[in-house]
Each structure stands twice: as structure tokens, then as C-alpha cells.
């Protein structure tokens, strides 16, 4: 259960965060998350949408620079040591993360946390056997 990621090269100049925002709405899908990796001259924002095949496509449409990537989506409880617990399935099993970033979900009680990994299949099942909840695209909606 991979959930896909859209990756957008953005310039950095006032206003294009706001444009990217817009054409997304504009194409009837919702942001869920986001986070933005930035150098002085450009940022890659990345994002997770209810609908990336059509937000992608929106953007692409706009002369935007867009990738789609797979990513893991941990459902976490909201109390003390369930990050670190998850966090310490991935090294035991010898699972990098590249980057991650998380989210308030619209269950109560839960967290969401994006992982990118190089091996997303073997991450999910590792963080599985652990006794962690990996949600879906679906999840997302």
C-alpha cells in the first residue's frame, strides 16, 4: 500500500506557492500535506493529494516541473514511543529513510508520517511486522 507523493520544482519568487496552491484547487483536489526542501535560487514541494494523477496533470498542464513518487504513510497512536518504535523497526531491519515529514489525520488520536525510502515494499512489510499500521491512497480522501 504505497501512497504516491508529487514532487514540483519550484522557483523561488513571491507568489508561486500560491499559484501551485491554486491550480491544485483549481483542478478539484485537496492538499494534505506538504513540506518544502529549499536552496536560495529553488525548492522541490513535496505534496499529498487526494487526487495525484489529476493535480499532477494540472500542474504539468501549467508548464510545471512535476514527479510522482511512491511513499509510505504510517498511521501512528498519538501517545509516547510509537514514532520510535516505528523508527526502530526501520533500522533493526536496515531500512533508511531519506527524508519524512508528518501530518495531523482526520482520525482522532492518530499521525500520519510520510517516509521516503529507497525500498518502499521492504518497508512496509518491516513496519508491519512491527505492528505498524501503513494506511493507503484511500486513507487520504
Known amino acids: 500500500m504505497q501512497v504516491q507523493q508529487l514532487s514540483v520544482f519550484v522557483e523561488n519568487k513571491s507568489g508561486r506557492l500560491a499559484e501551485i496552491a491554486e491550480i491544485i484547487a483549481g483542478a478539484g483536489a485537496d492538499i494534505r500535506a506538504l513540506t518544502v526542501a529549499d536552496t536560495s535560487d ?9 487526487k495525484p494523477q489529476i493535480a499532477a496533470q494540472a500542474l504539468r498542464d501549467a508548464d510545471m516541473t512535476v514527479s510522482i513518487t511512491s511513499v509510505i504513510m504510517m498511521g501512528l497512536s498519538d501517545q509516547p514511543g510509537a514514532f520510535a518504535q516505528a523508527m526502530r523497526t526501520l533500522a533493526e531491519n536496515h531500512v533508511s529513510v531519506e527524508y519524512m515529514y508528518a501530518f495531523v489525520s482526520k482520525d482522532s488520536g492518530r499521525a500520519s508520517v510520510i517516509i521516503r525510502t529507497d525500498e518502499v515494499e521492504r518497508g512496509i512489510e518491516v513496519l508491519r511486522a512491527g505492528g505498524v499500521t501503513i494506511l493507503s491512497q484511500e486513507d487520504i480522501g
Open 42 to 50: 529553488f525548492g522541490i514541494l513535496r505534496l499529498i493529494v487526494d
